[in-house]
Structure formats: C-alpha cells, structure tokens
C-alpha cells in the first residue's frame, strides 16, 4: 500500500494550504485515516482523524482551524489548513489504519513571514 501526499509548502502567518494524501488501494479499506506531524526535536503527534464512516477528530491545537475530509471515490484524504501559524510548521505525515499502520513520505509545511 502506498500513500502519497502532496500540497505542502511555505506560506505566511494566517495563510492557508491543503495537502492530500492519495492512497493506492480503497481508503474505504482502512479503518480510518489521518494526518500526523513532527517538528524538529518533538515527537510525531496525531493532528487529524477520520473513520470509514467519516467520523472526524482533532487535536486541541488545530481545532478550529483544520479541517480533514475525503473523497472515497479519488481515494484521496485531504487536510484543509487555515488561519495557519508557526507552530504548525512541521513535516506532516498521511496515515492509514487497518491491522496495521500504513505511513506516507511526509510533507513539508512551513509558516514562516
């Protein structure tokens, strides 16, 4: 299984990005799917989740401002980020869950004036 994603980049304080994560098989094959990030020096921590049935959650942090959706037909999952800060800048990572986690390359997403 591959994931794929794309659409990070730098933009500016109070800017916007969506990446997408493009999975090679069904994500409708997956329990759920989400996004993680990891900063320099920190821990990979959980930004986004949503369930087959399309049942989301967030962190604390990003609520609000994240949004994560997916088009079940392009087998794509995406995370709508706005109102976007520094602290967001990290390497963000597409996650699938099944018996097992399946992880993509990451994306970098730097918020920086």
């Known amino acids: 299984v591959e994931l794929v994603e794309s659409g990070g980049g730098l933009v500016q304080p109070g800017g916007s990005l969506r990446l997408s994560c493009a999975a090679s098989?069904?994500?409708?094959?997956?329990?759920?799917m989400g996004w993680y990030r990891q900063a320099p020096g920190k821990q990979r921590e959980s930004v986004a989740r949503?369930?087959?049935?399309?049942?989301?959650n967030y962190a604390d942090s990003v609520k609000g401002r994240f949004t994560i959706s997916k088009d079940n037909a392009k087998n794509t999952v995406y995370l709508q980020m706005n109102s976007l800060k520094p602290e967001d800048t990290a390497v963000y990572y597409c996650?699938?869950?099944?018996?097992?986690?399946?992880w993509g390359q990451g994306t970098q997403v730097t918020v920086s004036s």
């Open positions: 996650n699938g869950r099944g018996h097992i986690d399946y």
């Open positions: 098989r069904s994500i409708l094959s997956f329990d759920s």
């Open positions: 949503i369930t087959s049935a399309g049942s989301t």
